[in-house]
């Protein structure tokens, strides 16, 4: 089992649509949790991220962990055809000796 | 300027051939990664290394090689290309503090076809 799993989809909603990522993870030590964002032919840029449990709001977009049920989620509001890509989620311990674990990408078109 | 940059973009090359691809970075990190993405599969990590004097195997090391030549330079070795090394390859860097998320900066890509 990978520490971090993520459903790949593909996702298929329409212009405007309220969209629900969501990834799982079995490392209670995780820390940190980010979702990256990938355009066809581009490599992934960092779109959030979260420290701990909680919420955190950037314009259309809310990160969510939840660590009781090892739960992470990206909702996206007003969805637009410009947000149509692969939304990869991350997570990572603290501290300096541990590097990031990626889900496997779940790829995301908004329809006009 | 691109502050990740790999060349080659694309690659095609034959079963056996040696390959290196490059990775240079202008954003002054210490920590430097090489991942292969396939479809299904996701972002796999080759290798990492987080200064100029360290390097650790990823999950996916076997049949690659790297060489981390200065800071900014990192590169990936396949020594005998084999058709399913296949794959869009992605070089990253990161430069950890202590409470960071260590977020990584990814270059563009090199999509590699053996044949």
């Known amino acids: 089992q990978k520490e971090v799993e993520q459903d790949p989809g593909p996702l298929s909603v329409p212009e405007g649509a309220i969209v629900s990522l969501n990834c799982t993870y079995s490392n209670s030590a995780f820390q940190y949790f980010m979702w990256y964002r990938q355009y066809s032919r581009k490599g992934p840029e960092l779109l959030m991220y979260?420290?701990?449990?909680g919420n955190k709001e950037d314009g259309r977009f809310t990160a969510q962990v939840d660590k009781s049920s090892k739960y992470i989620s990206l909702f996206i509001r007003d969805s637009q055809p410009s947000d149509s890509a692969t939304y990869l989620c991350a997570s990572r311990r603290g501290g300096s000796n541990y590097k990031l674990t990626f889900g496997k990408g779940t790829l995301l078109t908004v329809n006009p | 300027d691109a502050d990740v940059t790999q060349t080659p973009r694309n690659r095609i090359t034959k079963t056996g051939k040696r390959i290196m691809l490059e990775c240079s970075q202008t954003k002054g990190h210490d920590r430097m990664y090489w991942y292969r993405q396939d479809p299904g599969l996701g972002l796999r990590l080759i290798y990492y290394s987080f200064d100029v004097k360290d390097i650790n195997k990823g999950e996916i090391s076997d049949g690659y090689s790297v060489s981390r030549q200065a800071q900014a330079k990192f590169s990936l070795s396949l020594e005998s290309a084999i058709p399913n090394q296949t794959a869009l390859y992605f070089c990253a860097t990161s430069d950890y503090m202590a409470g960071s998320t260590d977020t990584q900066y990814f270059g563009p890509g090199t999509r590699l076809t053996v044949l």
């Open positions: 979260t420290y701990s449990s």
